[in-house]
């Protein structure tokens, strides 16, 4: 096993120090119970609301999306953030390689590819009603009773050949301080890497999602030139197209985050480490905006209410594609 602390004296007899890596640990402690109780608040609003203010399909997937990030953010955290810091080091080096930590890999991807596939779940479903604003609330039901399963079984299928591994503690290399450690696998289905099926999957779903973001902003332009519409739809169309370009890059930071570091690790592991201390803060910046974006920005957090008598598409784009 490359890197293994197991067994080795230096490291069991390994003593806590206070390090950057430990400053690092403690920082999300500063943004993530904020946002955890904005979610909360914005989950007790949509279901105390007597007319739902926002389409249930784009609700649930941007409840997904956060409990997803959430969960990755937690096993992303004991599987890189706080074994950095050396507190577990010596604990670490004194078990033998074993399936918990095989777990807590496992299932930090697993739920890393869960909020791959759902930036591009959520377009979809904002495509479908901008393009059928009449008749969406038939199609969309559908496509999420596909969309639902997938959700699981990809990342499942991306994730299976783990299943016979082993998790291990591993050394982590400059600039990390010695004590510094993180938990890796061995042992998977042979002929299989994570590194590979992961460079895979974030540069296929960037696309699709792009691909989704591009129809929609087309055809918001399109209708603020469109003279029919009256100027209270127009600036309602130019509002959305400015949350929505917001709420993508938002969603594109894992992207390219997980892409670039995947490539590191290929082609410059001696560079590796220098990205992976900060990584985990590009994947906390799509969990905290995206609810944000949504507190901020919803008709339904705001002390008044404009009626709209419009039934035009922009006007149902706008109520459901914050």
Partial sequence: MEGSIHGLAEYENFHYTFTFSTVLA?????????????????VSTYWQS???????????????????????????YFR???????????????????????????????FNYCILLLPFFLSLIRVVILLRPRDHSYICPKIMAVLLPLLFLIPFGCTAFMIPAVGYCRTMGHPLK????????????????????????SVV???????????????????????????QTKKGSTRAEKSLTITIIASMIPFINNTVLTIIYLTLPDYVFYFIVVRPFGNDIETCMMPWILYLTHPMFKTFHRKNSTTSTVSVAIAHTV
């Avoid at 007319?51 to 784009?58: A, L, N, Q, Y």
């Avoid at 890497?193 to 895979?200: E, F, G, K, T």
């Avoid at 591009?214 to 100027?231: A, F, P, Q, R, Y």
């Fill in 26 to 42: 403690c920082l999300p402690s500063l943004y993530m119970p904020p946002t955890i109780a904005v979610m909360c608040k914005i």
């Fill in 50 to 76: 007597k007319t739902k203010p926002m389409d249930r399909h784009i609700f649930i997937c941007i409840l997904l999306n956060f409990v997803c990030s959430l969960s990755f953010f937690t096993f992303d």
């Fill in 80 to 110: 890189i953030s706080l074994p950095s810091t050396g507190i577990f080091t010596s604990w670490c080096a004194s078990i033998q390689p074993n399936h918990f930590f095989k777990l807590i890999f496992l299932f930090t991807f697993f």
């Fill in 178 to 201: 010695f004590g510094a450690v993180y938990i890796y696998y061995a042992e998977g289905l042979e002929g299989w890497r994570n590194s590979y099926i992961h460079l895979v999957m």
């Fill in 205 to 231: 779903m960037c696309i699709l999602t792009l691909s989704c973001t591009t129809v929609m902003i087309c055809k918001l332009k399109e209708t603020k030139t469109d003279n029919n519409m009256s100027h």
